[in-house]
């Protein structure tokens, strides 16, 4: 499954953002800033707003610490070094999301 396909209106990563799993959408807004500030994706700027829209829909998210993991992604505050439990989480979320095709 490819990046386009995943962030799209009806990928895959939208279905997340209606899970009751805060976690999971922790890890998708820290997946989004991550992707969407990826250098890989300097050429597809439909990509990067694909990913910049969901995690601009996490704001918006009923739970204080989604919101304030989207708002600390979206001022640059967060730091991949600190936290690489959740690192590993989102990839692996990531990895899940790509064996459902």
Do not use: W
Not at 20 to 31: E, G, H, K, T, Y
């Amino acid at each position: 499954m490819t990046l386009e396909k995943l962030a799209s209106p009806a990928g895959a990563l939208q279905d997340i953002l209606h899970l009751n799993d805060v976690l999971a959408r922790v890890a998708l807004a820290r997946l989004c800033h991550s992707i969407s500030r990826a250098r890989a994706l300097d050429e597809r700027p439909d990509i990067r707003s694909h990913f910049n829209s969901i995690l601009y829909q996490l704001l918006l998210d009923p739970s204080e610490r989604v919101c304030y993991e989207a708002i600390l992604c979206i001022l640059g505050k967060y730091d991949n070094t600190e936290r690489h439990g959740f690192c590993d989480f989102a990839f692996s979320l990531f990895i899940l999301l790509i064996g459902f095709e």
